[in-house]
């Protein structure tokens, strides 16, 4: 019999989805809302799914559903967002498959029908991978150049596309996005493998220019951003600041990775190699590298 994780926020009911589910014969799954879900529960729940069901609500939409959604990508899982009519979905949640809530049981048993027939596939990229996290090598120069020439852009994007790629190239999965014109919150969220010794899943990613210093007020804003997520650590990506260093925000690990030494530090080692040498240097050898 098929499962599906039904992911709804607190507040929203998802006793409508789940009644067509079951009486499409599929097996319904949810974590309770009420209790601290960690990450790693979560991803056993979607794992174990065929396929995943967001119910999308405009007043209690939580960023919790953008993770999952992401997760579930990131596991090659197909999701369905029944979202309320007329509601504006955050961007990361847009290349998913969407139905409004008011489509009627006729539409929504159809929609169930296709996706329990959809295998789980394998997330492609199109972009070169160093597997197992291999040193990059001579594609660390092609990234230098990017990250000169992206240093004129002053939107930022640039900078946020070239650390997305270089994360992807070094294995890891990319796994949900925020709009900045939405949320000012981070940049997208990774889920790093063989890491878990220093850092948890899934990490928040925020891409910067500039970081002037560590201080306090840049800590209590990623203490905001983990508060209100399932995230356990955090990643700050800067082109200009301080030695790549590490600190703690909200009981998380947190590290501040300077993108020009880390291109360089990938050029030589595997993207595990470098974040726990960052880690490694500020416990043991003090700011500098």
């Known amino acids: 019999m098929p499962v599906c994780y039904v992911s709804a926020p607190r507040g929203a009911s998802s006793a409508a989805v789940s009644a067509i589910l079951n ?71 847009r290349g998913f498959h969407v139905i409004p809530a008011d489509s009627g049981r006729g539409a929504l048993s159809f929609v169930i029908d296709q996706l329990k027939g959809l295998p789980t596939r394998k997330a492609k990229s199109r972009l070169p991978r160093a597997e197992g996290g291999a040193p990059l090598g001579a594609k660390a120069d092609k990234l230098l150049v990017r990250f000169e020439n992206a240093l004129g852009d002053r939107s930022g994007a640039g900078l946020e596309g070239l650390v997305e790629d270089l994360l992807r190239m070094s294995g890891v999965k990319v796994i949900a996005h925020q ?68 600190r703690s925000a909200a009981d998380a690990p947190v590290l501040f990775i300077r993108i020009g030494e880390l291109i360089e530090d990938l050029r030589r080692t595997g993207l595990a190699g470098a974040l726990r040498a960052v880690r490694n240097s500020a416990v043991h050898g003090g700011e500098e590298r």
């Open 23 to 93: 009486e499409r014969g599929v097996t319904v799954t949810q974590v309770d809302r009420e209790s601290n879900v960690s990450a790693v529960v979560l991803r056993t729940h979607i794992a174990r799914a065929d396929f995943i069901v967001i119910v999308a609500t405009a007043a209690d939409f939580s960023a919790n559903a953008g993770f999952e959604a992401g997760i579930a990508a990131a596991l090659g899982k197909p999701v369905l967002i029944v979202a309320e009519p007329g509601m504006t979905l955050p961007t990361f949640l």
């Open 179 to 246: 709009s900045a014109e939405e949320n000012p919150e981070p940049d997208f969220a990774v889920w790093l493998e063989g890491l878990d010794d220093i850092l948890g899943n899934p990490s928040l990613v925020e891409v910067k220019r500039q970081v002037r210093q560590i201080s306090g007020s840049v800590l209590r804003s990623i203490d905001d951003w983990i508060a209100h997520t399932n995230a356990r650590s955090a990643l700050v990506f800067y082109a200009e600041g301080p030695p790549s260093t590490a």
